[in-house]
């Protein structure tokens, strides 16, 4: 595996699969878990060529103090980034990515981003994120990029923005990894105590509930997410938010009878932000 | 020449030349002339497959009426691009650029997009511009894109649009085409009366006057100004701006003592707003 700063230093690597093969691409912020090496892994299956790029994007965060706080840890992640295929581990400085004069803004706009994290993160968050996204397809100009379902708001975003722009790259979103007590990988999960990560569980048992509610005939939205929210507040886990919104639209659902709908939670453990969310098709 | 009208069928035609050869792009709003087919011709000579592009881009107009008025014949501009050796010409309908549901917007920020053309068409006309020209360059995927020096501000919008989003694609700057009396050529000219016409010839006049008056030693951007603005003047042309700006930063100059200098002008003649410039360089 080759590790490269640079963008030219990454345009050159990348130039023979250029028309010849695919190039796949894993971005990321490093700290590395399960979750991206799945992505990693599925672009190995698919793709004559893997990237995967680790950048802590300070322009998607709300919290100086998230930011700081986010771990950083190079030298593993290099080591699980080869263990699970990727040929080219992009890790360029924040001067390469921004480099002075940069003024450019990619921005959506409407329910997609102003919704959930868009409401929490505030409306700069997203626009972070496709700013960054954007620049890093143009740097690598991938075939399929991997992104996974835990940060579903963000697949709906991206997946947004490379239609509006026509970037001409497909975007595969691989499943949720959970650890065997059913908590979504993340990077945050390693800032939790033992015991705070225990009682992090109830975010996605909070989830199960409210679809096995759905299985069993429930269609009121007000009635799934009460399902779910006594989860939360019997373990007493302070909840950011926790929202029934369609899955395509990210407007709120009152009833759920006609296409899938994200139920989507927010909640802050022992100071840690955790995300986490469920499809919910209705019962044929 | 193929004529196209979808982002699928203009990738379909241009699969072959992906890695293998380099695929030129001449974005055009139609009513083709010869400083287009100047740019396309440069194309053919340095790429392998050439795209024309025509479309009439509606969001970078501020004015309703200028976009209506805005000189549109098809069968002729087809018959033009493949003289000048156009292999591919993308035609697209407004509702293929921006469907339903389209929201992105990019944007850059500071002198560039505010001086000029920003300040007189408003923020939102390069705004429009960046917008539409990603989406082209995410349609296209080319090589190299070609635009004219008559819309100096643009190209240096383009570039640092190009350069913040790590776009792929290398922009070529062509010199202005002139009629031989010096004025620009464009296709808001055709909208001129005989007589508007002859007069407008003082436009690329009046920079040429400063020009001269450049090069025998003046360097107070006042003086420089002054000597185009009595050219103008003396022949009742209504000056909308007429400034002399650093040609990178497009902030004001006050002395022509250190880099080039873009001395720019918009000008309202019989209704047709018209723009021109001249790159000044101090005496050595």
Same mark, same amino acid.
């Given at each position: ?153 963000? *697949? &709906? =975003?991206?997946? !947004?923005?490379? /239609?509006? @722009?026509?970037?001409?790259?497909? $975007?595969?979103? %691989? ?77 709120? *659902? &009152? =009833?759920?009878? !006609?296409?899938? /709908?994200? @139920?989507?939670?927010?909640?802050? $453990?022992?100071? %840690? ?12």
């Amino acid at each position: 595996m080759k590790i490269v700063r640079t963008v030219p230093d990454l345009r050159e690597l990348l130039r023979p699969y250029r028309g010849e093969g695919s190039v796949g691409f894993v971005p990321t912020m490093g700290a590395l878990h399960e979750g991206h090496l799945e992505l990693a892994r599925r672009a190995r299956a698919a793709d004559d060529v893997v990237v995967m790029s680790i950048f802590v994007n300070p322009t998607q965060f709300n919290d100086p103090a998230d930011l700081a706080a986010y771990p950083r840890d190079e030298h593993k992640d290099a080591e699980l980034a080869a263990s699970a295929g990727v040929d080219v581990l992009f890790a360029p400085g924040v001067a390469e990515v921004y480099p002075p004069g940069f003024t450019a803004t990619v921005s959506l706009h409407g329910p997609i981003v102003e919704a959930l994290e868009g409401a929490h993160r505030g409306v700069g968050h997203f626009q972070g994120v496709t700013t960054v996204v954007s620049k890093l397809f143009g740097m690598v100009s991938p075939d399929r990029a991997y992104f996974g379902q835990k940060d579903a708001q963000q *697949v &709906r =975003v991206v997946r !947004a923005m490379v /239609a509006d @722009l026509n970037i001409p790259t497909e $975007i595969v979103v %691989v499943p949720t990894v959970r650890e065997p007590d059913g908590m979504a990988m993340s990077s945050r999960n390693r800032r939790l105590s033992p015991f705070e990560r225990a009682r992090a569980a109830h975010i996605s048992a909070a989830l199960w509930e409210a679809e096995v509610a759905v299985a069993n005939g429930i269609v009121d939205a007000g009635a799934v997410v009460q399902v779910a929210r006594k989860v939360l507040s019997d373990n007493a886990i302070d909840v950011e938010y926790l929202e029934l919104v369609d899955a395509d639209t990210f407007l709120p *659902v &009152r =009833v759920l009878v !006609a296409g899938p /709908a994200l @139920l989507a939670v927010a909640a802050v $453990i022992g100071g %840690v932000r955790l995300i986490d969310n469920v499809v919910l098709h209705p019962r044929a």
